[in-house]
C-alpha cells in the first residue's frame, strides 16, 4: 500500500483543516488506518486512528472533540476533519496503515509522507 497526505497548510488558531490520505492498491479497505504526528523537537504522537469499515475510531485525548477521522473504502481515502484548531496542534502529519489497529506507530506497516500543519495564534 502507498500513502500520499495532503490538505496540509497554514490557519489561524480556531480554524479548520481537512486532511486526505489517499491510497493506492485493491486491498486498502483490509488495512486500519491512523493518523500520527511530529511537532520540531518532539517525539512522533497518535493523533486517531480508525478500522476498517469505519466502525471503529480512536483519537488521542488531545484532539477529542475537535478532530474527526473518516475514510471512504471506494475511494481509497481516509481524511482527518480537523476544527478548533490550536497553535500546539502545528505539526507534520502523517497518515499510516496497519493489520493491527492501536495507537503504538511500530503497529503500522505502511506510511505516507507528512503534511505541514501549521497554526498561528
Known amino acids: 500500500v502507498q500513502l500520499q497526505a495532503s490538505g496540509g497548510g497554514l490557519v489561524q488558531a480556531g480554524g479548520s483543516l481537512r486532511l486526505s490520505c489517499a491510497a493506492s492498491?485493491?486491498?486498502?479497505?483490509?488495512?486500519?488506518m491512523g493518523w500520527f504526528r511530529q511537532a520540531p523537537g518532539k517525539e512522533r504522537e497518535f493523533v486517531s486512528a480508525?478500522?476498517?469499515?469505519?466502525?471503529?475510531?480512536y483519537y488521542a485525548d488531545s484532539v477529542k472533540g475537535r478532530f474527526t477521522i473518516s475514510r471512504d473504502n471506494a475511494k481509497n481515502t481516509v481524511y482527518l476533519q480537523m476544527n478548533s484548531l490550536k497553535p500546539e496542534d502545528t505539526a507534520v502529519y502523517c497518515c499510516?496503515?496497519?493489520?493491527?489497529?492501536?495507537?503504538?506507530?511500530?503497529?503500522?506497516?505502511?506510511w505516507g509522507q507528512g503534511t505541514q500543519v501549521t497554526v498561528s495564534s
Open positions: 499510516a496503515a496497519t493489520s493491527r489497529i492501536g495507537v503504538r506507530a511500530d503497529l503500522y506497516e505502511y
Open positions: 492498491g485493491r486491498t486498502f479497505g483490509r488495512y486500519d
Open positions: 480508525i478500522n476498517w469499515s469505519g466502525g471503529s475510531t
